[in-house]
């Protein structure tokens, strides 16, 4: 009798668990989708514009402002800095000088770099002689940082309820009529 108690404990905690854990993974991948998407297109958000709006100046975005990211674009001409445009709020610790002239450095060619949102500290596009499109995703990693650390209590959490509910449906089914 205990042998199947204990089968049936396990079956029932199991499936309950697989389908909770894959329910937030999958919300986890979503939600990380979903920032990578959104920061791709803010960078590509210039030349999107451009191709819908058949304009030849690239620089007629300068006055829009994005409150959910932190965006730059930094004007180019000859591998030198003529102008930063900020299209948000900035922050103290982004030094957006030095990172366009590092990007400048070290690219080539046209180049849009997004990176791994938890740990990279920008993105952007580049593209050779003319604009580069920086977003600080600091903020990103933060909040994607965060979402996984409530996922991970969520999971403890619900897992000891769930725990305790198989324990009661095993007691319920094993026992004798």
Partial sequence: ???LKNKTF???FTIIS???ILAIVIFNIQNYQREYFNVKNYLTMKNTF???NNKQNPFELDNIFIAEYEVYTVN???NEITKIISHSNESNDFE??????????NNSKDKIKIGNLFVSKYAYNYKQNNSITIINTKHVSESLFNVMIMSLILISVIE???FIIAKNITT???KPA
């Fill in 1 to 3: 009798m205990n042998k």
């Fill in 10 to 12: 396990w079956t029932i």
């Fill in 18 to 20: 697989s389908f909770f």
């Fill in 50 to 52: 451009i191709k819908k």
């Fill in 76 to 78: 180019i001409k000859d």
């Fill in 96 to 105: 957006i000088e030095k990172i366009a002239n590092k990007i400048i450095n």
């Fill in 160 to 162: 000891v309820l769930i």
């Fill in 172 to 174: 319920w089914i094993t």
